[in-house]
Nanobody, 121 residues
């Protein structure tokens, strides 16, 4: 079993900053990729940023404002969010493509429980 635990969400004013963290634990052989997705009310879940080895991908809407980083030793991924806008309001979900100890040849997606980010004055 693999668990992803997110933290760092909350209420912030427009123009403010937040830092999200997601720590993976459990029966981990290796983590191929980690990332963040978000889902606003009435909308589909969308990609925010992913990091795979040295490759990083951002949604166009967050480029230049958000920064994803990863600490492989801690199996943790971070999302630094600056210059937040009301349209960034959503539940943010951590995702990890994990190979487990009982099946190291096959990677499977795992999701965190989500953390609410609200940008409002």
């Amino acid at each position: 079993q693999v668990q992803l635990v997110e933290s760092g969400g909350g209420l912030v004013q427009p123009g403010g900053s937040l830092r999200l963290s997601c720590a993976a634990s459990g029966s981990i052989f290796t983590i191929n990729a980690m990332g963040w997705y978000r889902q606003a009310p009435g909308k589909q879940r969308e990609l925010v940023a992913t990091i795979t080895g040295g490759m990083i991908k951002y949604a166009d809407s967050v480029k230049g404002r958000f920064t994803i980083s990863r600490d492989n030793a801690k199996n943790t991924v971070y999302l630094q969010m600056n210059s937040l806008k009301p349209e960034d309001t959503a539940v943010y979900y951590c995702n990890a493509l994990v190979r487990t100890l009982d099946n190291p040849a096959y990677g499977r997606d795992h999701w965190g429980q989500g953390t609410q980010v609200t940008v409002s004055s």
